[in-house]
C-alpha cells in the first residue's frame, strides 16, 4: 500500500533554530497538506498545497512558515526561529482528491527547547 | 463556532458493546466526511468515508444527514482493538479537511 513518508521521526531543535521537516508524499497525489498536533489536543490545519502554490493557510501559518516542493516528490515544511509552543508532532498528508480522503505520515515530532 | 464539534468522550464500553459517536458541522456546503482513526501518537489513518446513503464495513456503519448536519459513526460488538481517538472529519468546496477534537473510546474486557 502506498505511503506517506516524514524524515526525521523526531528533531529536537533549539528556541530560534530554524528546522526544515520533509516529506513524500504519495506519487500521483496533487494535494499536499500540513498539519500539528500539540500533545493531548487537536489535530490543527497549517497549510494546503496545489499545483505548486499554497491554496490556504491558517493562521497559524505565520510568516515564520514556509513550504516548498522543491523537485516535484519531497514536500517540505521550514519553519524560521523555531518557538517553544512550536513543539509538536507534524503531519504531512497528500491525495487524490475530497472524495477520496487523504493519507497521512507517521508524522515528526518536534521538540524545541 | 468550531467547524467540527464531536463529543470528546472518553466512552468506556464492554466488548461486545455497540458504541455511537456523533460529530456535527458548520458549513452546510461540506462535502465530504470521513471518519478517521488515531491511536496514541499516531498518524490518523482513514477508517471510512460517510455517504448520504449511509455505508457499512464490517462492524462500522457510518450515516450523514445534511439536513441536520451531522454525521455518526456504529461500532457494533467492539473489540478491544477498537480503543482509539476517533476523528470526524469534513472537507469543504476549496478541499480544506476540518478536524473534529475526537471522541476517546475505551474498550474494556
Known amino acids: 500500500e502506498p505511503e506517506v513518508t516524514q524524515t526525521p521521526s523526531h528533531q529536537v531543535t533549539q528556541m530560534g533554530q530554524e528546522v526544515i521537516l520533509r516529506c513524500v508524499p504519495i506519487s500521483n497525489h496533487l494535494y499536499f497538506y500540513w498539519y500539528r498536533q500539540i500533545l493531548g489536543q487537536k489535530v490543527e490545519f497549517l497549510v494546503s498545497?496545489?499545483?505548486?502554490?499554497?491554496?490556504?493557510k491558517s493562521e497559524i501559518f505565520d510568516d515564520q512558515f514556509s513550504v516548498e516542493r522543491p523537485d516535484g516528490s519531497n514536500f517540505t515544511l521550514k519553519i524560521r526561529s523555531t518557538k517553544l509552543e512550536d513543539s509538536a508532532m507534524y503531519f504531512c498528508?497528500?491525495?487524490?482528491?475530497?472524495?477520496?480522503?487523504?493519507?497521512f505520515g507517521s508524522g515528526t515530532r518536534l521538540t524545541v527547547v | 463556532r468550531k467547524e467540527v464539534e464531536q463529543d470528546p468522550g472518553p466512552f468506556n464500553v464492554p466488548e461486545g458493546a455497540t458504541v455511537a459517536f456523533n460529530c456535527t458541522y458548520s458549513?452546510?456546503?461540506?462535502?465530504?466526511f470521513f471518519w478517521y482513526r488515531q491511536d496514541c501518537r499516531k498518524e490518523p489513518k482513514l477508517l471510512m468515508s460517510?455517504?448520504?446513503s449511509g455505508n457499512e464495513d464490517g462492524r462500522f456503519t457510518a450515516q450523514l444527514n445534511r439536513a441536520s448536519q451531522y454525521i455518526s459513526l456504529l461500532i457494533r460488538d467492539s473489540k478491544l482493538s477498537d480503543s482509539a481517538t476517533y476523528l470526524c472529519?469534513?472537507?469543504?468546496?476549496?478541499?480544506?479537511?476540518?478536524f473534529g477534537s475526537g471522541t476517546k473510546l475505551n474498550v474494556k474486557p
Open positions: 458549513n452546510s456546503a461540506s462535502q465530504s
Open positions: 460517510v455517504y448520504s
Open positions: 498528508a497528500s491525495g487524490g482528491g475530497s472524495s477520496y480522503g487523504y493519507t
Open positions: 472529519v469534513v472537507v469543504d468546496n476549496f478541499n480544506k479537511f476540518y
Open positions: 498545497f496545489y499545483n505548486n502554490e499554497i491554496s490556504e
